[in-house]
């Protein structure tokens, strides 16, 4: 049983993210959380969030035609929070991180891999291989402030939030697996017992085995999982 049994592609896209940032060397000082149901307090400064912003899905091909088939569109963001007296410097930094988080998650061959996301290196990859098809649009906005409103503490905030494209197929079922197929000839409508018994008959019980179909239901699953 893998994550995106109990967990949508849009939530394992958002981990991955904040995942290769938390790890990474320029926000070891930071605060990072994953969503905005704690506020970000003056001793959690520097701060990083990486949060699901919201989610739009539209048809992929002509909505009346075959089965249920997504093109997700998640809005996931990304806000940076530092206090500096000294707003040039405060600035600097901001664009600084926000450099940074497109240096590090936009060129990585292994999150964005439309393919296979395995680090052969590490041997880590995006949980169930979740693929990002592609990022489709960007914005960046600063926010100035105070963390508090006594204004002891200058507050600059980086936002920028990104549209992360992926797809979904929602096949029809599960449906009973075929074991069994018993087949009889020699036998026309109408045929009395009599007239059926002066014929040669064949009867033929064919069984199937189910391990064949867990296999094929496990590779259907595989091929049909997101970036898709």
């Known amino acids: ?22 790890a990474d060397p320029f926000f070891v000082s930071y605060t990072c959380r994953k969503n905005k149901m704690l506020v970000a307090r003056p001793e959690c400064l520097p701060y990083l969030g990486v949060y699901i912003i919201d989610e739009t899905m539209t048809p992929d091909g002509d909505g009346n035609a075959g089965e249920v088939r997504f093109i997700h569109a998640t809005r996931i963001g990304f806000s940076v929070m530092i206090a500096n007296n000294d707003q040039d410097a405060c600035e600097l930094q901001l664009d600084a991180a926000f450099w940074r988080i497109m240096n590090r998650l936009w060129p990585d061959e292994y999150i964005m891999n439309l393919l296979d996301t395995e680090n052969p290196n590490t041997g880590q990859s995006n949980p169930d291989n979740t693929r990002i098809e592609s990022i489709e649009r960007g914005l960046r906005r600063y926010v100035w402030g105070n963390a508090a409103f006594n204004n002891e503490t200058p507050l600059g905030e980086m936002q920028y939030d990104i549209t992360c494209r992926h797809r979904t197929y929602w096949s029809p079922g599960p449906f009973d697996d075929l074991l069994t197929i018993d087949m009889k000839t020699g036998i026309k409508p109408g045929d009395t017992q009599d007239e059926m018994d002066q014929r040669q008959q064949l009867h033929r019980v064919c069984q199937f085995d189910p391990s064949s179909f867990a296999a094929k239901r496990e590779f259907k699953q595989r091929s049909k999982t997101n970036g898709r």
Do not use: K
Request: proline share 0%; no cysteine.
């Open 1 to 22: 049983m893998g994550v995106t049994d109990t967990q949508s592609y849009s939530h394992v896209i958002r981990d991955v993210l904040f995942g290769a940032l938390q």
